[in-house]
């Protein structure tokens, strides 16, 4: 079930991390919320397994935003020089 609830706060992180981030952002919804889902997957494992909080720690949210935020800049410079 833990799974379930990083990928339900992967989704909001990544619609929070859209909102603070400059520029246009992904191609649309689906992209967004795939990223924020792998941010917040990724921020979550790494921060626990690093020992920074456990699960269920409102810290957790905060690094899912963090993790959204880093592949949205990092999709940014990918797409930008792309184009």
Not at 4 to 30: D, E, L, N, R, S
Not at 33 to 62: R, W
């Amino acid at each position: 079930m833990e799974i379930v609830w990083t990928i339900v706060i992967g989704f909001f992180a990544g619609m929070i991390a859209k909102m603070i981030t400059p520029g246009k952002g992904p191609a649309g919804f689906f992209m967004t919320a795939v990223l924020g889902i792998a941010g917040s997957i990724g921020a979550t494992y790494l921060g626990q397994a690093l020992g920074l909080y456990k699960p269920g720690h409102f810290a957790g949210f905060i690094a899912a935003i963090i993790g959204s935020v880093i592949l949205l800049v990092i999709y940014h410079l990918v797409t930008k020089n792309n184009s």
